[in-house]
Structure formats: C-alpha cells, structure tokens
C-alpha cells in the first residue's frame, strides 16, 4: 500500500510540475523558468541569453514549447524535461 500511495504521490507530482512548467513556459518562458524548475539550469540560463541575442522573439518558441507540454502526457513530459540528459530538451 505504502509503494502505491509513493507511486501516486509521484505521478500527482509530475502532472502538477508539467502543469506549471507549461503555465510557466507561455506566460514567461523567455526567463527560462520552465527549465530551472524541472533543474536544467544550463538550459535555462540559454534561454535567457536566446531571449535577450533575439530581442524576445525566442517567447515565440517557448511559448510552442508551453503548449507543447500542456499537450504532453506525464510520462512524456517525464521522458523529455525531467529525466532527459539532454542539457537543453526543447520540443
């Protein structure tokens, strides 16, 4: 019982964080939010630096990539933002 709540808990967890990694990537995804929250740092500070070389216009692809992971699954958003290797997971 005690595996099944943590697994819950876990799943809970993720669908929240895509939420908000979402909600976060639309409203202000040129501050690379999106990436500090799931611990991308590096991807996060690339975001800022694209946001500022572009003059904003990077907020267009972050703001695809928030649609993008409000579409996804958890078990998809899981594989590409959370545990990815990849430094900067874009879409």
């Known amino acids: 019982a005690y595996h099944n709540h943590m697994a819950q808990q876990q799943a809970n967890n ?4 895509r939420t ?11 501050l690379g ?4 929250l799931v611990g991308k740092t590096t991807a996060g500070v690339l975001t800022i630096v ?3 070389v572009s003059c904003g216009l990077w907020g267009i692809v972050t703001f695809v990539q928030g649609i ?3 579409c996804m699954t958890d078990e998809q958003f899981r594989q590409k933002y959370v545990d990815s290797t990849s ?3 874009l879409f």
């Open 14 to 17: 993720t669908s929240s964080q």
């Open 87 to 89: 430094t900067f997971p």
């Open 50 to 52: 694209l946001s500022l």
């Open 20 to 30: 908000l990694c979402g909600i976060l990537a639309i409203l202000i995804g040129t």
């Open 68 to 70: 993008m992971i409000l």
């Open 33 to 36: 939010i999106q990436y500090f």
